[in-house]
């Protein structure tokens, strides 16, 4: 390459790099995966290495991402906050290793080995034992203060307990979704007609940054804490120990690390590492490796510190990036899904090909941009990859692979279900079906309503609210309640039992909790947690239809858009008119008992964590039991669990609640605790 040509290379990657930084740490939509970014951000070090003379300027290899954004009070770190370089296979890792034993003049290094969560870095700063800020970690040296944001996780408690404690330290670590958490919003997403979310990563993120506190407490945020920026006076001497301390304090911490001496104890751990990931509860994309003692991380340093120079990563630490799970396959078509309100989503229609232990015939293409960006083309042959093992996602296309037949893809102008126009809102990128009466957006609508999740109508799923749209017999949701024997006889070949039964079944959900009937309405933003808090506050359908914005507004965890998307709601002349329908079909619902006094409660500010398989109770009934005693439920053990609630082949928690001596109880101990129950 001549002189001429690197100059070029280098500006054109320092361009890319830095629209890819902005992607990914101002607004966290990332349009390439880390591996991609790192094998550029290589190549512009390399060509900056070996052609100095066209290396003038600034660099992205010479600073740390920055995540700062408008709204914010930026706060400096005492401490650097620095970044981990990433590894990526075994003769990297054992690079790493050999360059500190050199140093240190030592092979046999004690190393701890931590899973490496995919999310947010914090700094919680702690004076006297109070927590008193949080900082993003922003370009390393200061960062944005989401200490209002920060304090609605409820997994991190506010106050440090137990000895010894610093008269200050900065906690360094990760803010995170579990996939549940991630699942669940995005059901909410789709209930509520918006796009949904690619990943945990990105969604953590951009919850973070949220102006408004309420709408972060929505999202149930969690963190895990695992390492130290200043602290004075100093009280820990090893990373191991540091772990200890912070689960002595109370704070949450990595489920499992490792103990290492010498690099292949530490290929090993690693090893172990990738075969479980897969069961932990978030995502988890990597294994970070960390020299044990503090005097010799002190003595290995950072990478670019000195003089003037910003500590850019520390040379005692390392990432290894686990190799995410691809596999390569053929577009046989794209199809568009017509969700309940009227969102146009392309799916593309896969070659079936085995991905993480699952036949994958389908992959979200999210919406009309996302094809265009990835020029994503039937006939293409496409890598597919699961994220965090749950989500397919189509990641790129192999364009060598292409041939003359793949045309550009042209997204339908006119909803496939019913014809109508689509439209898109000018700030939006998804499209939509506008018509009310859209067939695909009737059984949507209908089959949410009867679902497990709303009514728990039994016997009313999809594919019998398709037969009764079709028929003409269902064209709304008062209309569930207006069949009849006679109305459904005739659709099956000696049907009378089912029609019997479904029409029982329909009885049987005339009464019913206020909270389903809300949830099954659809109402943008409301998702099941919401429909009960609604259900709670306002105990009737007629006064939710009568609350303005500021009365929604008083309910914890609802903000400003949300409580705005309600009210627009109940504003709909169609909706107000479903509203008074229900109670004229014989739909009664049912408002939640008044709580008693926490206090009288018979778990009351007590915490449980749940594993394995209870004999006769589901999750859900159990959570629901404590938190109806007053209780609480958290997904991980720590010495400030209360309780233990085992059944049927528990796992690793069990296993932590008896080395840390926490209560374990079956499920007939937990139902005398409760009073029967």
Not at 236 to 255: F, H, I, K, M, N
Not at 331 to 359: F, K, M, Y
Not at 506 to 533: C, F, M, N
Not at 640 to 662: N, Q
């Amino acid at each position: 390459m001549t002189p001429a040509e690197a100059k070029a290379r280098i500006a054109a990657l320092r361009a890319e790099i830095a629209r890819h930084d902005e992607l990914y740490y101002r607004k966290a939509q990332p349009e390439i995966t880390d591996f991609d970014y790192d094998r550029k951000k290589r190549e512009l070090a390399d060509l900056e290495a070996a052609h100095p003379e066209a290396a003038g300027g600034e660099s992205p290899t010479k600073r740390v991402g920055d995540d700062r954004a408008e709204g914010f009070v930026r706060v400096k770190h005492r401490q650097a906050m620095t970044t981990l370089d990433n590894t990526y296979d075994e003769g990297e890792l054992r690079e790493f290793h050999a360059r500190l034993a050199k140093l240190l003049g030592s092979e046999e290094l004690d190393y701890t080995v931590e899973p490496k969560i995919d999310g947010v870095a914090v700094s919680l700063t702690f004076e006297h034992g109070k927590l008193v800020r949080a900082v993003t970690r922003g370009d390393g040296e200061e960062g944005d203060d989401v200490t209002a944001n920060v304090r609605t996780l409820k997994s991190l408690p506010h106050t440090l307990c137990g000895a010894p404690q610093p008269d200050l330290i900065e906690i360094r670590g990760e803010v995170y979704l579990r996939w549940t958490e991630f699942e669940r919003i995005n059901r909410q997403q789709e209930e509520a007609g918006l796009e949904a979310y690619a990943n945990p990563r990105n969604l953590a993120a951009g919850t973070l940054k949220l102006l408004d506190p309420a709408e972060v407490a929505r999202r149930r945020l969690e963190v895990v804490l695992y390492g130290v920026g200043h602290c004075e006076p100093a009280v820990v001497t090893a990373q191991s120990q540091l772990l200890t301390q912070l689960e002595d304090w109370g704070l949450p911490v990595v489920e499992k690390y490792w103990k290492a001496r010498g690099i292949d104890a530490v290929w090993a751990a690693i090893k172990e590492l990738d075969g479980q990931r897969r069961s932990f509860a978030y995502g988890t994309d990597g294994a970070v490796v960390k020299l044990d003692r503090a005097d010799q991380q002190q003595k290995a340093g950072f990478r670019g510190e000195g003089q003037a120079a910003r500590k850019l990563s520390p040379r005692w630490a390392c990432a290894y990036k686990f190799a995410p799970d691809r596999a390569e396959t053929r577009v046989n078509a794209i199809t568009i899904q017509v969700g309940r309100t009227g969102a146009l989503t392309p799916v593309a229609e896969l070659e079936p090909v085995q991905l993480a232990g699952t036949t994958v015939k389908r992959a979200t293409l999210h919406n009309a941009d996302e094809i265009a960006r990835k020029d994503v083309r039937v006939g293409d042959v496409v890598l597919v990859e699961k994220a965090g093992e749950i989500i397919p996602a189509v990641v790129a296309v192999l364009v060598e692979k292409r041939t003359p037949q793949c045309v550009p893809y042209v997204f339908p102008e006119n909803c496939p279900a019913c014809g109508t126009k689509a439209v898109r809102a000018e700030d939006g990128v998804v499209w939509r079906c506008p018509n009310p009466d859209c067939p695909e957006k009737v059984r949507r609508r209908l089959a949410h309503f009867a679902s497990k999740a709303c009514l728990d109508i039994d016997g009313l799923g999809e594919e019998v609210v398709d037969l009764l749209v079709s028929r003409g017999l269902v064209k709304s949701i008062p209309d569930i309640f207006r069949l009849t024997l006679a109305d459904l006889l005739p659709l099956k070949k000696s049907g009378e039992v089912w029609a019997g039964n479904l029409i029982a079944a329909i009885e049987a959900r005339r009464t019913v909790d206020l909270w389903r009937v809300i949830h099954g309405l659809g109402i943008p933003q409301v998702g099941a947690a919401s429909a009960k808090d609604l259900a709670m506050r306002f105990r009737s359908l007629e006064a939710l239809a009568a609350a303005d914005e500021n009365a929604l507004l008083t309910i914890e965890g609802v903000g400003e858009k949300t409580a705005k998307a309600i009210r627009a709601w109940l504003d709909e002349p169609a909706h107000r008119a479903l509203l008074g329908e229900l109670p004229a079909v014989g739909v009664q619902p049912v408002p939640p008992p008044v709580p008693a006094a926490n206090s009288a409660l018979p778990v009351a500010g007590k915490s449980f964590v749940l594993t394995g398989t209870l004999p006769t109770l589901t999750r859900e009934e159990a959570t629901a039991k404590i938190e109806a005693a007053g209780g609480k439920v958290s997904g991980s053990v720590s010495r400030k669990t209360s309780y233990v609630l085992a059944g049927e082949e528990a796992g690793s928690k069990l296993d932590k609640a008896r080395a840390l001596g926490v209560p374990v109880i079956d499920e007939a101990e937990f139902l005398r605790l409760l009073g029967g129950g």
